[in-house]
């Protein structure tokens, strides 16, 4: 059995997995990866004799379902441009709604507008806590306390 190097904390591959995912917006990737996976299978269908994809319009059941599917693991991969792909990845899934046979029969419309939203919210641990200090500071200092209330009535 191979010893661990000393000062480095022996962690299982989970466990390292779950560090890597909470560092950047892993479900709204997921989601929206998701959902461009399920529109590029909607637009491929062929129902008996029907087939579901035409003209212009299978041109962007394939481009739709592919930027989708980019823009997901892009979020993942640069946590850093998270913003703008979540706004581009929620513009392209409306979208879709009219482009992909009305957006995958609506779930990966769902699921890719969800991610995309996700992806927008999402936000770095480290910024978590200076918002969350900075919005009790500002209530603290606009309550007024029993002090200034008698002070302002004086």
């Known amino acids: ?30 989601l929206t ?7 590029f299978f909607s637009g491929q269908l062929d129902i008996g004799r029907i087939h579901v994809q035409l003209g ?3 041109l962007q059941a394939t481009i739709i379902p592919i930027l989708l599917l980019l823009l997901g693991i ?3 991969a640069m946590p850093a441009h998270r913003i703008f792909y979540g706004v581009i990845a929620l513009a392209i899934a409306v979208y879709s709604l ?13 699921l890719s507008t969800v991610g995309g939203v996700l992806t927008v919210a999402w936000m770095p641990l480290d910024q978590r ?8 500071r500002r209530r603290r200092e606009s309550t007024p306390t029993a002090d200034d209330a008698a002070e302002e009535t004086a």
């Not at 191979?2 to 560092?23: C, L, N, T």
């Not at 009219?98 to 769902?110: A, K, S, T, Y």
């Open 1 to 30: 059995m191979i010893e661990p190097e000393v000062g480095m904390p022996d962690r299982s591959a989970w466990q390292r997995f779950r560090a890597w995912r909470r560092e950047r917006p892993f479900v709204g990737g997921l």
């Open 33 to 39: 990866a998701l959902g461009g996976v399920e529109m």
């Open 56 to 58: 212009i319009e299978g």
């Open 74 to 76: 892009l979020a993942v």
């Open 98 to 110: 009219v482009g992909v046979n009305l957006g995958g029969f609506f779930i990966g419309m769902l």
């Open 129 to 136: 806590g200076e918002r969350r200090s900075r919005g009790r």
